[in-house]
């Protein structure tokens, strides 16, 4: 959407002129899949699909909301309201709401209310992580306006806060970090149990990256996605018997391999093994990238999909049919499923003269099984939240 039509839908909705005009990316994890919370390594990126917000300052101590993808219907608080919103159609302000708590109770001064019109055009439900796009929103719009002064990776943190104790969904910091940190043509290596990163070109020098929707919807916080962060967490708990250890993300998979008689579970083995494996992956991946070994990052992408499929058991008839189906088209280094799963999307990378080609022929396979159409996008990795 462009910054005027964005500004010219705010005078409508709030009947006076807007003032300012904010982005915030979504994100794609080209590899380290359900590694965030359990203390491991992540390789994400920003992406050009994102959120935008219009602001506009308000004389009294009101917060009006309101989105374009939700019929621009107005959810409006005051300033002090620390509570989160219960009613189904206002659940969604919850993200926007929980930073303001959490930045005012951090000591931050926020003190006026204001109007805040947004739109996304992340497919709702598609794994992009519009949740993480909007609370790095909110964090640079009341940064920005307010000029507070806090570090983007506290910003980040925050975001996950969020996340965690307003909205309730008990994921790692991946998702904020790779919105709220993104950088333009680069993935960020991040460890999630020191939270040291490093910047990475996501050189892929023919190849693209392809975006794959299921079109499914689907949402985390009624997922199994709590289920598996505490199956992750008991097999921590039964592993420190013997292992000074606080996360699945401090094992390599030969100590997890000598340790694993004291999980003694098959379901929890296998969330365990996922988790240590994943990690693995994710470092290899990334020494593969560097090498210019594509294929060998393609291979490692692939695994990981196998071992969220049956390991983690979080894809679904869906996403496996997007998988598979792209690894059978020509010019398809590697395909899995991506973010928190059950729905969502999958990427792939493919020859960008292959491009339309995967587009194509998976989509036909994808319809015929599932039934309905999936959808396609081209990714861009770009910056973090900025104004316009």
């Known amino acids: 959407m462009k910054k005027e039509e964005l500004l010219q839908s705010y005078e409508a909705t709030f009947h006076t002129a807007g003032q300012d005009v904010f982005f915030s990316p979504g994100r794609i994890n080209v590899i380290g899949e359900h590694t965030d919370y359990n203390g491991g390594r992540v390789f994400p990126c920003a992406i050009s699909l994102g959120t935008f917000a219009a602001y506009g300052?308000?004389?009294?101590?009101e917060v009006?909301?309101?989105?374009?993808?939700?019929?621009?219907?107005?959810?409006?608080?005051?300033?002090?309201?620390?509570?989160?919103?219960?009613?189904?159609?206002?659940?969604?302000?919850?993200?926007?709401?929980?930073?303001?708590?959490?930045?005012?109770?951090?000591?931050?001064?926020i003190d006026h209310g204001f109007n805040l019109l947004v739109h996304g055009n992340l497919p709702y439900g598609a794994g992009l992580s519009s949740s993480a796009s909007i609370e790095m929103l909110m964090g640079e719009v009341l940064k920005e306006e307010f000029n507070l002064t806090i570090d983007q990776v506290d910003l980040v943190k925050l975001g996950q806060k969020t996340e965690n104790d307003f909205v309730g969904l008990n994921s790692g910091i991946m998702d904020q970090f790779a919105v709220g940190m993104g950088?333009?043509?680069?993935?960020?290596?991040?460890?999630?149990?020191?939270?040291?990163?490093k910047y990475m070109p996501l050189e892929l020098g023919d190849y693209e990256i392809v975006i794959m929707s299921t079109n499914k919807k689907h949402s985390l916080a009624g997922s199994a996605y709590n289920e598996r962060v505490a199956q992750c967490q008991e097999a921590v708990k039964r592993l420190q018997q013997?292992?000074?250890?606080?996360?699945?993300?401090?094992?390599?998979?030969?100590t997890f391999d000598e340790y694993s008689y004291l999980i003694n579970d098959d379901v929890l083995l296998r969330r365990a093994r996922h988790a240590v494996f994943e990690n693995e992956r994710t470092v290899k991946a990334t020494e593969a990238m560097q090498a210019g070994d594509l294929a060998k990052l393609g291979?490692?992408?692939?695994?990981?999909?196998?071992?969220?499929?049956?390991?983690?058991?979080?894809s679904g008839m869906e996403l496996d049919t997007l998988a598979e189906a792209a690894w059978q088209q020509p010019g398809v280094l590697g395909a899995r499923m991506i973010g928190g799963g059950f729905a969502g999307s999958a990427i792939a990378i493919v020859k960008k003269d292959q491009a339309e080609n995967l587009k194509e022929q998976v989509g036909k396979i994808y319809e015929a099984k599932v039934g309905y159409a999936a959808s396609f996008y081209d990714a861009e990795i770009v910056d973090g939240p900025h104004k316009l």
């Open 242 to 254: 013997k292992l000074d250890i606080q996360t699945l993300g401090e094992l390599d998979a030969e």
């Open 183 to 197: 950088k333009k043509d680069n993935a960020i290596f991040l460890d999630c149990n020191t939270l040291e990163y």
């Open 299 to 314: 291979r490692l992408i692939n695994a990981s999909h196998v071992s969220l499929h049956f390991d983690y058991e979080v």
């Open 57 to 61: 300052p308000r004389d009294d101590d």
């Open 64 to 109: 009006h909301l309101a989105s374009l993808n939700m019929d621009g219907k107005v959810v409006s608080f005051k300033l002090d309201d620390d509570q989160p919103e219960t009613d189904d159609d206002k659940q969604w302000a919850n993200y926007f709401k929980g930073m303001l708590v959490y930045l005012k109770q951090a000591g931050h001064q």
